[in-house]
């Protein structure tokens, strides 16, 4: 256990910083955490929080984050880093702790979403350790990934999507049918939030696209504040973008027409990943599809799970990858 937890000011960014290359050496990906200058920016600007935890001697040795998405009331806990010589003694528990419980709720997050890797699955057990739920699957999302200590994933490492509710949540609205708004239901369900009876959102949808080149991603938003023609998407153009590797494509689930959507998404080779909330324009929660095109292959095994998640594992990777990639 760490002796004192406190919030990280400006001034932390350089310790932050230096935290992480003791811990990962050359290794770490997320590029906003090896730059002093705009994580301090971040930090001060109220769009990124972090928890610092101290020993006895009062040496900084473990870290982890809140990350504002979209409109804020969806904040993403992240960046858990803690010093070797401090690991499994619960200094990322109390982080969490810390974070969901007093710092989450006064941020406004209605709620806190959780992306642990399948390289090392126990950060999917510091997750559970705050109490979060499963919400879906990102297939393949890292090639080649290597945390200092834990050894390089031999496959595309995956993320749990896990999630917790920190305050009131409205009653939501499920348009999608079948089996996608059962797992929506199931999902909200297991967030502690309620599902009412009211009219489909009809305003009209647009979509647009952002890439990250550096993981060879084109992630489609479908929103009624997305600027292009839902006509003009072409999905099976956008799979065949030089360097594409994850296609994903967010929905509101209160949408009228989500349902002819995912048919469409569907039929060009999309599948189920999670549920998202508060995620989409004006805060709507998304389902989330996705298609993993790297040409490294994926195996069930390969994408680690805690037990309980296996079940999740396996629709998952059943319905994106097909029988071939998925040894018997
Ligand atoms: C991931 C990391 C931050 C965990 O920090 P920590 O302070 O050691 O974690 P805690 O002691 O609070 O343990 C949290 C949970 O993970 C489990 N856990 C932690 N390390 C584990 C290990 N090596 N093996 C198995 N379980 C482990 C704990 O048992 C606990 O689960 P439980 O509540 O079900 O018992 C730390 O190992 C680390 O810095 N790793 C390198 C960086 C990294 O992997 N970051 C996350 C990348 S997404």
Not at 40 to 65: M, S, T
Not at 161 to 167: D, I, N, V
Not at 299 to 320: F, I, N, S, Y
């Amino acid at each position: 256990m760490a002796t004192h937890v406190r919030l990280a000011t400006p001034l932390d960014a350089p310790a932050l910083v230096a935290l992480v290359r003791r811990c990962y050496g050359d290794a770490y990906r997320v590029g906003a955490m090896l730059d002093a200058a705009a994580l301090a920016a971040a930090i001060a600007a109220g769009r990124e929080v972090y928890a610092l935890a101290f020993d006895a001697a009062g040496e900084h040795v473990g870290q982890a984050g809140l990350v504002r998405v979209a409109g804020g009331r969806r904040w993403d806990y992240c960046r858990g880093v803690v010093d070797v010589r401090h690991r499994r003694s619960g200094v990322l528990t109390q982080l969490g702790a810390f974070l969901l419980d007093e710092v989450a709720p006064a941020l406004g997050a209605e709620v806190v979403v959780g992306i642990p890797v399948t390289s090392h699955p126990f950060t999917q057990a510091s997750c559970r350790a705050v109490d979060m739920v499963p919400l879906g699957l990102l297939l393949g999302v890292y090639p080649g990934y290597d945390a200092a200590g834990i050894g390089r994933d031999p496959q595309p490492t995956s993320i749990v999507l896990m999630g917790r509710r920190t305050a009131p949540a409205p009653a939501r609205t499920v348009s999608l049918p079948d089996l996608d708004g059962a797992r929506a239901r199931a999902a909200l369900a297991a967030l502690g939030i309620d599902v009412a009876v009211a009219r489909s959102d009809r305003r009209r949808l647009g979509w647009s696209a952002r890439r990250e080149r550096e993981i060879g991603l084109v992630h489609v938003t479908v929103g009624p504040a997305q600027p292009a023609p839902l006509r003009a998407l072409d999905l099976e153009g956008l799979a065949r973008e030089p360097g594409c590797r994850l296609l994903w494509l967010d929905l509101p689930i209160d949408h009228a027409d989500s349902a002819r959507l995912v048919a469409r998404a569907r039929g060009a080779g999309l599948g189920h990943a999670g549920l998202l909330p508060c995620s989409g324009d004006h805060g709507a929660d998304v389902l989330r599809l996705q298609r993993y095109l790297d040409p490294a292959p994926l195996t069930r095994e390969g994408v680690r799970v805690l037990p309980e998640l296996e079940a999740l594992r396996d629709a998952v990777v059943a319905e994106c990858l097909g029988a071939e990639l998925v040894p018997a």
